[in-house]
């Protein structure tokens, strides 16, 4: 059965630091990308940032440049997404996901030259008080 799972979401301050952990089970990490894309409510899905499985090369949205580190031990199976100088506008359910490649901000969705995503997490949410 394959299963993203993540934890590490919670309440913080603006300011603040969070690290979200997602451990992957089921599937050969190393054949996908892996990435975090957010979801807040009355807004479109986000690409926050993503690790390709063939050269390591990361990406990271505009918002969160600075701020968002991603890493992976791929030894465990685990993605990690550091979280610091937290802003309100970063509330959202964070879920992390498997994609075929991390290219470019649409990397989750099926827009060429992506291929969507093979799996994804039920997300943790991060709120972000002002």
């Known amino acids: 059965e394959v299963q993203l799972v993540e934890s590490g979401g919670g309440l913080v301050q603006a300011g603040g630091s969070l690290r979200l952990s997602c451990a992957a089970s089921?599937?050969?990490?190393?054949?996908?990308?892996i990435g975090w894309f957010r979801q807040a409510p009355g807004k479109e899905r986000e690409g926050v940032s993503c690790i390709s499985s063939s050269d390591g090369s990361t990406y990271s949205a505009d918002s969160v440049k600075g701020r968002f580190t991603i890493s992976s031990d791929n030894a465990k199976n685990t993605v990690y997404l550091q979280m610091k100088s937290l802003k309100p506008e970063d509330t959202a359910v964070y879920h992390c996901?498997?994609?075929?490649?991390?290219?470019?901000?649409?990397?989750?969705?099926?827009?060429?030259?992506?291929?969507?995503?093979?799996?994804w997490g039920k997300g943790t949410l991060v709120t972000v008080s002002s």
């Open positions: 996901a498997a994609p075929y490649h991390c290219i470019g901000s649409s990397w989750f969705s099926s827009e060429p030259p992506n291929r969507g995503m093979a799996y």
């Open positions: 089921g599937f050969t990490f190393d054949d996908y990308a």
